[in-house]
């Protein structure tokens, strides 16, 4: 069982940036693909951004290339989203989620592990 808890949600105005933590309990870490997700109102969960175990494969969904980065610590068994240039439509709950598969794939059944959820509110 992973244990996943996200960080750093809150409110922002339109152009500011935030940055989103994502912290995982035990040993295995190191061997998770991680992937960030997000729920806006009314919207059905959709994929935001992916990371393989090493980091070195990675994805983002179009909505946010060249605004938002995903990265990874393994030493200290955390994932992060930076993200820049924020807009109203990326208010949502943003859910971090791990998968024993060793790539990253977009996809919400591949995951097995999944945070509680941290909200993220932009203004305009």
């Known amino acids: 069982q992973v244990q996943l808890v996200e960080f750093g949600g809150g409110l922002v105005q339109a152009g500011g940036s935030l940055r989103l933590s994502c912290a995982a309990d035990?040993?295995?870490?190191?061997?998770?693909?991680m992937a960030w997700f997000r729920q806006g109102p009314g919207k059905e969960r959709e994929f935001v951004a992916a990371?393989?175990?090493?980091?070195?494969?990675?994805r983002y969904a179009d909505s946010v290339k060249g605004r938002f980065t995903i990265s990874r610590d393994n030493a200290k068994n955390t994932m992060y989203l930076q993200m820049n240039s924020l807009k109203p439509e990326d208010t949502a709950v943003y859910y971090c989620?791990?998968?024993?598969?060793?790539?990253?794939?977009?996809?919400?059944?591949?995951?097995?592990?999944w945070g509680q959820g941290t909200q993220v509110t932009v203004s305009s």
């Open positions: 989620a791990a998968s024993f598969r060793s790539m990253p794939i977009p996809t919400i059944a591949q995951y097995d592990y």
């Open positions: 990371i393989s175990w090493t980091g070195r494969t990675i």
């Open positions: 035990g040993r295995t870490f190191s061997s998770l693909s």
